[in-house]
């Protein structure tokens, strides 16, 4: 089955710097790609989404690119704020009738003032 | 819409009992997702259903836990008997579509089994 590595864990940016959380993903299959943020004591939200045929995404201040050569792919949060403070999920579909979301294990994004 | 509504929010059990946890999904969504979110294991797909019915159950731990979808607006997950490792936050999605639709997560059931 699909496997997702998400890096780092624990990300910590001064409040107007940038942030970037990268993913990797083990089936060659996989075509979708999206980021949930969880705020505490919530449950995770869609932030952005990328599929396969697209190099990169962006909505904002929020902006995801993958490489499917090398199965990673990336969000990049620019000029950041106290808001953006909270756990980043990526994750991986496989499509072909499945479904379901494989997640990474997350990263704590917290924005220091 | 009132989202994804999860019931209980909190439920500490004794190990050995029976655990119930409920979820009624966004109205006309086909797709209904159970995840389960340990520090870890992380977010977990236990079992997902399109238009009632269980298409991947493949993510269920153990023949104790069981999933049921008896119509278009409430979905079950029970776990019988319940034991200390079961304790994690249970998630319940939605979605209009397959692969490509976004899925809107319920506030979650923290589960304590003791």
């Known amino acids: 089955g699909e496997n997702v590595e998400q890096h780092p864990s624990t990300l910590s940016v001064q409040e107007g710097d940038s942030a970037v959380i990268k993913c990797t993903y083990s089936d060659s299959a996989s075509n979708y790609f999206p980021w949930y943020k969880q705020e505490l004591g919530k449950g995770p939200q869609l932030i952005i989404d990328i599929r396969s045929n697209v190099g990169e995404k962006k909505d904002q201040r929020i902006a995801v690119t993958l490489n499917k050569t090398a199965k990673h792919f990336s969000l990049h949060i620019t000029e950041t704020q106290p808001e953006d403070s909270a756990v980043y999920f990526c994750?991986?579909?496989?499509?072909?009738?499945?479904?379901?979301?494989?997640f990474g294990k997350g990263t704590h994004l917290i924005i220091q003032p | 819409d009132a989202g994804v509504i999860q019931s209980p929010r909190h439920e500490v059990t004794e190990m050995g009992q029976e655990v119930t946890l409920r979820c009624k999904p966004i109205s006309g969504h086909d797709y209904l997702f159970w995840y389960r979110q340990t520090m870890m294991r992380g977010l977990e797909l236990l079992i997902y259903f399109n238009n009632n019915v269980p298409i991947d159950d493949s993510g269920m731990p153990e023949d104790r836990f069981s999933a049921k979808m008896p119509n278009a607006s409430f979905s079950t997950l029970k776990i019988q008997p319940s034991e200390p490792r079961d304790s994690a936050v249970y998630f319940c999605?939605?979605?209009?579509?397959?692969?490509?639709?976004?899925?809107?997560f319920g506030p979650g059931t923290r589960l304590t089994v003791t």
């Open positions: 999605a939605s979605s209009r579509g397959g692969q490509y639709y976004e899925q809107y």
């Open positions: 994750a991986a579909s496989t499509g072909g009738g499945a479904d379901g979301l494989t």
